[in-house]
């Protein structure tokens, strides 16, 4: 391959051209291929087919133009640093995001989890993914994903999220009262201390404070309400 008998508006025809075909070729194969495990293994070879194709053609670019026109051979070499970059924020960056969750995020296998209206326990924590068993199977979410999405712990399959309602007169009610409450409720031996118990102040006349908070099995829940009431 000689670049040297094209001009530069050529090479630039080539690259554009080739750029649309990938993003062409990427497009029809999310669209067309319903096998979500046949359709994930075609894109990741499209991508390390693009990448080779790269640079191979930058390659040849600098080498070309390397004597004749070094300030080409300068920007295909730039070229090449940015598609390395490109390649290594592509497939890593969900590996050095996984290390950050699952060193500094606090979830085990058997979690349930909720985000983005997407609930279910954490089944696996694989190198790249976070998988989620769901209602309709499994799921594997992108650690890169999972940035800046608050994510909801939900109780576990045998305990319950009870709410209370409690009558207390709006005179009585002030923040030593919450406090008191709060305090009361943090010391009851049914309750899951992992989950935040919140009280809520109601602007009405007969539930003026609601409760909510998450047990450590389904069956404390009438010792709760006695406790409490």
């Known amino acids: ?58 390659y040849h670019i600098a080498e070309d133009f390397k004597l004749e026109k070094p300030i080409l051979s300068l920007i295909s070499a730039g070229l090449l640093i940015l598609i390395v970059l490109w390649a290594f924020l592509y497939v890593l ?76 007169k709006k005179a009585d009610i002030n923040e030593d009262y919450i406090e008191n409450l709060r305090k009361k409720i943090l010391l009851m031996p049914w309750i899951n201390l992992k989950y935040k118990p919140e009280i809520t102040v109601l602007d009405k006349e007969n539930e003026n404070i609601r409760i909510k908070l998450v047990l450590l099995d389904a069956k404390f829940k009438k010792s709760v309400e006695e406790y409490l009431s």
């Not at 996984?98 to 997407?118: A, M, P, Q, T, V």
């Open 93 to 168: 960056k969900d590996y050095f995001a996984g290390l950050y969750f699952k060193i500094f995020e606090d979830y085990h296998l058997n979690n349930r989890i909720s985000f983005d209206n997407i609930s279910g326990s954490i089944s696996a924590f694989e190198s790249r993914y976070l998988v989620l068993q769901t209602s309709e199977g499994y799921l594997k979410i992108p650690y890169s994903s999972l940035f800046g999405v608050k994510i909801s712990q939900l109780p576990e399959k045998n305990q319950e999220e009870l709410s209370i309602f409690l009558s207390i």
């Open 1 to 58: 391959m000689n670049f040297l008998t094209h001009n530069i508006l050529s090479v630039i025809v080539l690259v554009i051209f080739l750029f649309f075909m990938f993003r062409l070729a990427q497009m029809l194969v999310a669209r067309l291929i319903n096998n979500k495990n046949f359709k994930n293994h075609l894109i990741k070879l499209l991508f390390f087919i693009e990448l080779i194709v790269w640079f191979i053609l930058m």
